[in-house]
């Protein structure tokens, strides 16, 4: 016979999957309210000049080559996800030529450090997340543990804003700097769930 999950315990694993999976998706799906909060809220970072037609095109370029990477990444296995996806942004960034080298070094360390605060935050949060599964006596969750699941899902939200700030002392502030500072938290969302799908996949071939 199949053993039953009780609805919370059900609720639980599924909330497991979002934070897993989805979360790319909610920031997506923001509004020009919140991005208008994101610029508003930059940590000593200004913007100087305006961004050009050509800067926006090439932004959009880099959504949609990371949207299609991001999709080839089971297959690209993590590291070569990883590294094609900071060489599409570094071009982008203009980080790319020979006299940048410093600059986009800095790029890629302040991007490792944003993705390690970010899987901290996650493997809290799975942690108290598995705890709660546990302890829980059939559609009964105590209220510690509710508590306990409140204060993850906030420090993994807290977390995820200063892994997105972190970008920014990378940055110069040029108008094409500032166009993906005002999305910053939903690339390195986007790039965390990118490498988490290679290594998935990385994972499945190791199997095969």
């Not at 998706?25 to 923001?30: A, N």
């Not at 977390?159 to 970008?167: P, T």
Request: with cysteine; proline share 4%; net charge negative.
């Amino acid at each position: 016979m199949t053993a039953q999950r009780s609805p919370l315990v059900t609720m639980l694993l599924t909330a497991g999957v979002v934070l897993a999976v989805g979360l790319p998706v909610l920031y997506v799906m923001r509004g020009p309210a919140e991005a208008e909060a994101d610029v508003a809220s930059l940590p000593d970072f200004e913007f100087e000049g305006i961004a050009t037609t050509h800067d926006a095109q090439s932004l959009d370029q880099l959504d949609r080559a990371l949207d299609t990477l991001r999709d080839e990444a089971p297959s690209l296995g993590a590291e070569e996800f990883k590294t094609r996806a900071l060489g599409l942004t570094l071009a982008y960034l203009q980080f790319d030529g020979p006299e940048q080298v410093d600059r986009a070094a800095r790029f890629v360390t302040v991007v490792d450090q944003a993705l390690a605060e970010i899987d901290g935050a996650r493997a809290q949060m799975e942690a108290v997340n598995a705890q709660a599964i546990a302890d829980t006596q059939g559609d009964v969750e105590s209220d510690e543990s509710i508590l306990a699941r409140r204060e993850a899902w906030g420090s993994w939200q807290v977390a995820q804003r200063d892994a997105g700030d972190l970008l920014l002392t990378a940055m110069i502030p040029c108008p094409r700097h500032g166009l993906l500072a005002e999305q910053r938290l939903i690339w390195l969302l986007r790039l965390d769930y990118g490498i988490r799908a290679g290594q998935r996949g990385d994972r499945e071939g190791g199997e095969g």
